[in-house]
């Protein structure tokens, strides 16, 4: 069985977690499987947005402790799942987490990795490590006090609570809820609409939340002004500057224009 499933649409590139009998639990290698196509992905221009899923009606029960534990020492085994988190996290295009059914462990933080996520009503989601003598992994002690604050992150990580969709939505775990029969087409034209942005502003304003949120106000606007000038130096910015004139929808391709010389120039 292929554990990690590739489909490249309109410059959407799906990643599906395909262990439907183990409800798409990480082990070996489909953790190696992620992290190779994850590295991928950040290197092929030609993806304009990443999905996440699973496959079966599951997005992922976190590890998979079936097997017992391994042999190896823990600390090459969290290596990999360090590569993960943080390829997911610096990948330079948007990326957006569908869940269905469970997201538990490492697999409820690999959809919290995501910018967007978009939940059925049936999906449920654990920081289960607590029941597993485990602290968290996958950048959970990171996310979760940034996402809902510190008093609720220990609520979630030292009860191992089940929540459902709604109730990780109303904790800003989750961007909407939407019907199983619709997410698909919500998905679909969700990463359409960011297919059609600018590629190198969005990479730019993604890495721009992800670092500032933990800087001062002088570092955040520095950071700023050398993404700024890094965009108006691309040619998608003429192209809205144009589009917005002309009244038409703007074409962007994030391409570089490099301005023609001068005599000025050479003056």
């Known amino acids: 069985m292929t554990v990690l499933l590739t489909d490249d649409a309109g410059g959407v590139r799906t990643l599906t977690l395909n262990r439907p009998h183990r409800k798409n639990a990480l082990d070996a290698a489909l953790w190696a499987a992620l992290r190779d196509a994850l590295v991928e992905t950040g290197r092929d221009r030609s993806v304009r947005v990443l999905v996440l899923t699973g496959a079966g009606g599951a997005f992922c029960s976190g590890a998979d402790i079936s097997q017992g534990v391994s042999a190896?020492?823990?600390?090459?085994?969290?290596?990999?799942?360090?590569?993960?988190?943080?390829?997911?996290?610096?990948?330079?295009?948007?990326?957006?987490?569908?869940?269905?059914?469970?997201?538990?462990?490492?697999?409820?933080?690999?959809?919290?990795?995501?910018?967007?996520v978009v939940a059925?009503?049936?999906?449920?989601?654990?920081?289960?490590?607590?029941?597993?003598?485990?602290?968290?992994?996958?950048?959970?002690?990171?996310?979760?006090?940034?996402?809902?604050?510190l008093q609720q992150a220990k609520r979630l990580a030292l009860l191992a609570d089940v929540i459902d969709a709604e109730k990780a939505r109303m904790l800003n775990l989750v961007t909407w809820v939407v019907a199983a029969d619709k997410v698909d087409a919500f998905v679909r034209d969700l990463a359409a609409r960011l297919v059609a942005g600018p590629p190198v502003a969005l990479a730019q304003t993604k890495a721009l939340l992800n670092e500032n949120a933990d800087r001062t106000l002088r570092d955040a606007l520095a950071s700023e002004a050398r993404a700024q000038s890094v965009n108006f130096a691309g040619g998608d910015v003429p192209e809205a500057y144009a589009a917005f004139a002309d009244k038409r929808d703007p074409r962007f391709t994030g391409g570089w224009a490099v301005p023609r010389r001068t005599e000025d120039d050479d003056a």
């Open 72 to 116: 190896a020492h823990p600390l090459y085994r969290m290596r990999t799942l360090t590569e993960v988190t943080l390829l997911l996290h610096e990948l330079p295009v948007p990326t957006i987490a569908q869940v269905t059914g469970v997201a538990v462990g490492a697999g409820w933080n690999l959809a919290l990795g995501c910018d967007l």
């Open 120 to 149: 059925t009503p049936e999906a449920r989601f654990s920081q289960i490590f607590a029941r597993r003598a485990l602290s968290l992994d996958c950048g959970g002690s990171w996310l979760l006090p940034k996402l809902v604050g």
